[in-house]
């Protein structure tokens, strides 16, 4: 009951960030709540030097709250919608992320920007914006400065995506189908996946690539699983190399993804009940639920952030994630091409 207490105002104050940024998240989709929780965040930081009473609430809503978020983020999945419609938007979501990826890590070396900032750039970018960061950002103990700083610009390209690709897929003629492939697998974010592909809707009547582009873009957010797992081996591996192991402080309940597991579940009892005759509504709630822990959490690490440092720093972490983004729509047209779909 103490731990409980000290943990109220934190997470209180973070919850009166959360609520207007939600609202505002509903307003402005492109955006996104998360986002204008961040911001806010930071902005509040600025003036908000003493943060002793907050400082244990604010911590614990960064990191487990998040984790929780992740969890519940499995209602939003039947695995069995997936394999049925989703399948065939494989090799271009493997190809996509895969560039994504080798492009990140390429680019860390380059421009000699932090590994976590770099991975969760790369992860965000390929898988699906800031779920991908939330589920990532515990396995690599990344801190909320890189959290914030990643997150930011994955912002900046979503809204570019959302205005400029229905334009570019109708210059490029591509057909509805392909259209909600490209948006679903180039497309960072599910909020920017759908406010593009609503777009390109109102463009073409009829031609329903919104369904399209939100289950090739469920498909791409079952990536998370295998790239955390590889990443907290990866973790592992570095922790027993460093000598952790041999002094006797490894375990490998501090670096395996547990909530990752949890995910997992959640998504398999969709699915098995989805297939037993009840509504997918009925997860609705749930589903509502995960996006605003998540913003409750961006708000938390915005609370955490040097917003000076962010913007004095953040150069580098933009030209990566331009690369990234232009890499994956590259990548993503052409694989359209390759296998005959444009």
């Given at each position: 009951?103490?731990?409980?207490?000290?943990?109220?105002p934190?997470i209180?104050?973070?919850?009166v960030?959360?609520?207007?940024?939600?609202?505002?998240?509903?307003?402005?989709?492109?955006?996104?709540?998360?986002?204008?929780?961040?911001?806010?965040?930071?902005?509040?930081?600025?003036?908000?030097?003493?943060?002793?009473?907050?400082?244990?609430?604010?911590?614990y809503?960064?990191?487990?709250?998040?984790q929780y978020a992740?969890?519940?983020?499995?209602?939003?999945?039947?695995?069995?919608?997936?394999?049925?419609v989703?399948?065939?938007s494989?090799?271009?979501?493997?190809?996509?992320?895969?560039?994504?990826?080798v492009v990140?890590?390429l680019l860390q070396?380059?421009?000699?920007?932090?590994g976590?900032?770099?991975t969760?750039?790369?992860?965000?970018?390929?898988?699906?914006?800031?779920?991908?960061?939330?589920?990532?950002?515990?396995?690599?103990?990344?801190d909320?400065?890189?959290?914030?700083?990643s997150?930011?610009?994955?912002?900046?390209f979503n809204?570019?995506?959302?205005l400029?690709?229905?334009?570019?897929?109708?210059?490029?003629?591509?057909s509805n189908?392909?259209?909600?492939?490209?948006?679903?697998?180039?497309?960072?974010?599910?909020?920017?996946?759908?406010?593009?592909a609503?777009?390109?809707?109102g463009?073409?009547?009829?031609?329903?690539?919104?369904?399209?582009a939100?289950?090739?873009?469920?498909?791409?957010?079952?990536?998370?699983?295998?790239?955390t797992?590889?990443?907290?081996?990866?973790?592992?591996a570095?922790?027993?190399?460093?000598?952790?192991?041999?002094?006797?402080?490894f375990?490998?309940k501090?670096?395996?993804?547990?909530?990752?597991?949890?995910?997992?579940?959640?998504?398999?009892?969709?699915?098995v009940?989805v297939?037993?005759?009840?509504?997918a509504?009925l997860?609705q709630?749930l589903?509502?639920?995960?996006?605003?822990?998540?913003?409750?959490?961006?708000?938390?690490?915005g609370?955490?952030?040097?917003?000076?440092?962010m913007?004095?720093?953040?150069g580098?972490?933009?030209?990566?994630?331009?690369?990234?983004?232009?890499?994956?729509?590259?990548?993503?047209?052409?694989?359209q091409?390759?296998?005959?779909?444009?």
């Amino acid at each position: 009951m103490e731990n409980v207490k000290k943990l109220l105002p934190g997470i209180g104050a973070c919850l009166v960030i959360a609520v207007p940024s939600w609202l505002l998240g509903k307003a402005f989709p492109v955006i996104g709540g998360a986002v204008f929780a961040i911001l806010i965040g930071m902005v509040i930081a600025l003036f908000y030097k003493n943060k002793t009473l907050t400082q244990p609430g604010i911590t614990y809503t960064s990191k487990k709250i998040l984790q929780y978020a992740v969890i519940l983020l499995g209602f939003g999945l039947n695995l069995s919608e997936i394999a049925r419609v989703g399948a065939q938007s494989l090799p271009v979501i493997v190809s996509t992320i895969t560039t994504s990826l080798v492009v990140a890590f390429l680019l860390q070396k380059v421009l000699r920007l932090p590994g976590n900032t770099s991975t969760l750039i790369g992860v965000g970018s390929s898988i699906c914006g800031g779920s991908a960061i939330a589920a990532t950002a515990p396995v690599i103990h990344a801190d909320d400065d890189e959290i914030a700083q990643s997150i930011s610009v994955i912002f900046l390209f979503n809204v570019l995506a959302a205005l400029i690709f229905p334009w570019l897929g109708g210059q490029l003629g591509l057909s509805n189908e392909g259209f909600a492939l490209f948006a679903g697998t180039a497309v960072n974010d599910t909020s920017s996946v759908t406010a593009a592909a609503a777009s390109w809707d109102g463009l073409h009547p009829g031609a329903n690539a919104l369904e399209g582009a939100t289950i090739v873009k469920l498909t791409r957010t079952l990536a998370i699983i295998p790239i955390t797992l590889v990443l907290a081996i990866l973790g592992a591996a570095k922790a027993r190399k460093s000598g952790e192991a041999q002094q006797g402080s490894f375990s490998l309940k501090k670096v395996f993804p547990f909530f990752i597991l949890f995910f997992l579940l959640a998504s398999v009892i969709t699915t098995v009940c989805v297939a037993s005759g009840v509504d997918a509504s009925l997860f609705q709630p749930l589903k509502e639920l995960s996006k605003f822990f998540i913003v409750m959490a961006m708000a938390a690490i915005g609370l955490n952030t040097d917003l000076v440092k962010m913007v004095r720093t953040g150069g580098k972490a933009i030209v990566m994630g331009f690369v990234c983004w232009v890499a994956i729509t590259g990548v993503s047209l052409g694989m359209q091409h390759i296998i005959g779909l444009w």
